[in-house]
């Protein structure tokens, strides 16, 4: 089975912080995702990546950055927490369009 | 309009019961297509594909109808574990390679 791991199940930051959320898989895929997911709004892509060192913005970019240096970590960075990015947010992989994505635990990230 | 409509629900139904729930998606250059269900404060997981010949996988069964771009989840026989927001979703979004979600519906299977 793909496994996909995010460093934090919860994160509580302050205001201002630079905040690191991490995202490995394990199976090799090309394909990596940041999502968020808030109530009433449904999951919204921030950024994506099909391959090392290579990014694209997603719906959400702004306020986010994102890093790949190796194939099987996708990072995602909150240059400066703000408390409208207190969400769930979810990373996934996928390898073909016809598998769909793996999620993995999600991150519960609380800006106070 | 959404890349990706659904009715949020709640569908509230009771043990036993058969339910539906149905998905539209706007880009017809979409080529595949899933179903995904979310417990409460846990990650989505996929549930099954979706085929214009239809796919069923035990008391699920899932269709494609691609001239009315229209998905649809069946579900029979429904069990309380049945309890979860169901996701539809489509590929082929604004990015080419990525998968789009639906906002999802909310089943409840009452005893």
């Known amino acids: 089975d793909v496994k996909v791991t995010q460093s934090s199940r919860y994160l509580v930051k302050r205001t201002g912080e630079k905040v690191f959320l991490e995202c490995v898989q394990d199976?090799?895929?090309?394909?990596m995702f940041w999502y968020r997911q808030d109530p009433g709004l449904g999951l919204r892509l921030i950024y994506f990546s099909y391959d090392v060192k290579m990014k694209e913005k997603g719906d959400i970019p702004e306020g986010y950055s994102v890093s790949r240096e190796k194939k099987e970590r996708f990072s995602l960075i909150l240059e400066s927490a703000s408390t409208n990015q207190t969400s769930m947010y979810l990373c996934?992989?996928?390898?073909?369009?016809?598998?769909?994505?793996?999620f993995g635990s999600g991150t519960r990230l609380t800006v106070v | 309009r959404k890349e990706v409509e659904q009715d949020p629900g709640p569908f509230n139904v009771p043990e036993g019961a058969t339910v539906a729930f149905n998905c539209t998606y706007s880009?017809?250059?979409?080529?595949?297509f899933f179903w995904y269900r979310q417990d409460c404060r846990k990650e989505p997981k996929l549930l099954m594909s979706?085929?214009?010949s239809g796919n069923e996988d035990g008391r699920f069964t899932a269709q494609l109808n691609r001239a009315s771009q229209y998905i649809s989840l069946l579900i029979r026989d429904s069990k309380l574990s049945d309890s979860a927001t169901y996701l539809c979703v489509a590929f082929g979004g604004n990015y080419g390679q990525n998968f789009v979600f639906g906002p999802g519906t909310r089943l409840s299977v009452l005893p």
């Open positions: 880009n017809s250059a979409s080529q595949s």
């Open positions: 979706v085929y214009s």
């Open positions: 199976m090799d895929h090309e394909n």
């Open positions: 996934a992989s996928s390898s073909d369009r016809n598998y769909g994505y793996t």
